[in-house]
T-cell receptor, first 112, second 110 residues
Framework: EADIYQTPRYLVIGTGKKITLECSQT?????MYWYQQDPGMELHLIHY???????EKGDLSSESTVSRIRTEHFPLTLESARPSHTSQYLC???????????FGSGTRLTVV | GQQVMQIPQYQHVQEGEDFTTYCNSS?????IQWYKQRPGGHPVFLIQ?????EVKKQKRLTFQFGEAKKNSSLHITATQTTDVGTYFC??????????FGSGTRLQVQP
């Protein structure tokens, strides 16, 4: 079954650590996205990609990086985690916008 | 930057009552998408509206796009406990990625 997978599901790390959140999709979608969402709040765009070797910054991109070496894989890296990074990180992909985004289950990150 | 506001922020209804959430923008919206996020879950795509004045229905859900394409609404008839969650509208400008609204959280009392 085609789907989008995020790992880990939950993560607790110390301040200053470097972490990578994984996102993979099996649908062959060219477009992929990372959003940050605090519980019950709106989604804020971090980074997005229109295809291999294409990445663009969103509104909250300054403290993270992404790469798109393969169509199916779009990892997000925080170089130095801070308590303000505590949030849920949602990965999504789309074929064409009229079909909507398919979201992964998210990674809930806590930085202590 | 563009802001997409939703009202109300939160609504608590009795099961069987109707519910409406409104999505408003100061600028003309391109295409509007609606998503539902269950508590503890992730957003799930419901529908996309493209044309001015467009109305679409999915069972008890009715989606409408304003004539001036500056607002949209989602109406649920006779709510059920399964309708609980946060409903987001999102503007698809086609230029980058979706801009999500602030969301309306719906609580349904059995």
């Amino acid at each position: 079954e085609a789907d989008i997978y995020q790992t880990p599901r939950y993560l607790v790390i110390g301040t200053g650590k470097k972490i990578t959140l994984e996102c993979s999709q099996t649908m062959g979608h060219d477009k992929m996205y990372w959003y940050q969402q605090d519980p019950g709040m709106e989604l804020h765009l971090i980074h997005y990609s229109y295809g291999v070797n294409s990445t663009e910054k969103g509104d909250l991109s300054s403290e993270s990086t992404v790469s798109r070496i393969r169509t199916e894989h779009f990892p997000l890296t925080l170089e130095s985690a801070r308590p303000s990074h505590t949030s849920q990180y949602l990965c999504a992909s789309s074929e064409a916008n009229r079909y909507g985004y398919t979201f992964g289950s998210g990674t809930r990150l806590t930085v202590v | 930057g563009q802001q997409v506001m939703q009202i109300p922020q939160y609504q608590h209804v009795q099961e069987g009552e109707d519910f409406t959430t409104y999505c408003n923008s100061s600028t003309t919206l391109s295409n509007i998408q609606w998503y539902k996020q269950r508590p503890g879950g992730h957003p799930v795509f419901l529908i996309q509206l493209v044309k001015s004045g467009e109305v679409k229905k999915q069972k008890r859900l009715t989606f409408q796009f304003g004539e001036a394409k500056k607002n949209s609404s989602l109406h649920i008839t006779a709510t059920q406990t399964t309708d609980v969650g946060t409903y987001f509208c999102a503007d698809d400008t086609g230029r980058r990625a979706l801009t999500f609204g602030s969301g309306t959280r719906l609580q349904v009392q059995p």
